[in-house]
């Protein structure tokens, strides 16, 4: 197999990991209907938690970072250093833009938090570090998420992360703040809800 055909298959494995809903799967599974019609209308694990299911959503959270770790691992195997970054970022295109829900889908922490991990876990440990200070501090999801990755591609800089990391840290951080334009804009006019908030 050449390495073009490598990176195709790797392109496409990783995005139809990464479009798997397991957000809606586990709320529809659970019988409570379609996380889509309440709150942000996202697939995602803070969207499920306004369920007040808080299993649901660290099992949205496991496994939606899973299919980020996996689509990295995957990449690595069939296409080397390119398929690490192809394979990651095709894993939180999925998520971001799934072809089964009409490419509406979730805001790319959890995939985009896997990713790092498979790729270089000490600048994924860091992220959540800065996830977890922000979210005990400020109780705001959305600011957790973009601080988290703003902070992945310096901290990909400063540990000196090996190729491709820095560059899937810039691209997946630029994918989750274009995802979070709505939040931005509701942060900016001081609505942004808490977590654990219904809406």
């Excluded at 803070?46 to 959270?61: C, F, P, Q």
Aim: proline fraction near 4%.
């Amino acid at each position: 197999m050449t390495l073009e055909t490598a990176i195709t298959l790797t392109i496409v494995l990783g995005y139809l990991l990464g479009s798997i809903p397991f957000g809606l799967l586990l709320t529809k599974a659970a019988g409570l209907g379609d996380v889509r019609k309440i709150g942000s209308g996202s697939i995602g694990a803070t969207n499920v938690l306004r369920t007040g299911r808080k299993g649901l959503a660290a099992a949205t959270v496991l496994l939606d970072g899973g299919k980020g770790v996996v689509a990295v691992l995957l990449g690595g195997m069939l296409a080397g250093v390119p398929g690490v970054f192809f394979g990651g970022l095709a894993s939180v295109l999925g998520h971001l833009y799934p072809v089964w829900l009409k490419f509406r889908g979730g805001k790319g922490v959890a995939t985009g938090l896997g990713v790092l991990i498979a790729a270089s876990w000490p600048v994924a440990l860091g992220c959540c570090l800065v996830w977890l200070a922000s979210a005990a501090l400020l109780r705001i999801s959305s600011v957790s998420g973009l601080l988290a990755f703003a902070a992945a591609p310096i901290l990909a800089w400063l540990l000196q992360a090996p190729q491709p990391v820095l560059g899937l840290s810039l691209a997946v951080a630029a994918f989750v703040f274009l995802r979070h334009k709505d939040n931005i804009a509701r942060l900016l006019k001081g609505t942004e809800p808490r977590i654990g908030a219904k809406k």
